[in-house]
């Protein structure tokens, strides 16, 4: 079972074991074209409230906080290499990365 959530211009995906996160359709509109991503490390501990990742863009550039504590499990290797590809149409194929060992009434909180 999956649950989806929105945060300050990230949505997070809830599947079975791991917190996909990535841009919301609104958030990429008032970005524009993304040019340049800074991601954590995988393996690197978050922490809610505190910088997560930072993108710039056309129009702007945004850091972006992390909604949730967590561990990052993994990155979107695609966006790392070309972080224009951040600019489609599903926002749910604009995953960045995600987060595990989440405590889920954290979550359920957002």
Sequence with gaps: MSYLKKNDGLWIL?????????LTAEMAETL???????L?????????????LEI????????FKSPLNGVVASINEKVAADPAA????????????SL???DET???NL
């Design 56 to 63: 710039e863009a056309e129009k702007a550039v945004q850091e």
């Design 14 to 22: 809830h599947n079975d074991k791991d917190y996909c996160m990535g």
């Design 86 to 97: 951040l600019n489609v149409e599903e926002e749910l194929d604009a995953w960045i990365l």
């Design 40 to 52: 954590p490390k995988i393996g690197q501990t978050v922490k809610s409230g505190e910088p997560l």
């Design 106 to 108: 954290e979550f359920e």
């Design 32 to 38: 524009g074209e993304v040019t340049f991503i800074s």
């Design 100 to 102: 595990r060992e989440i």
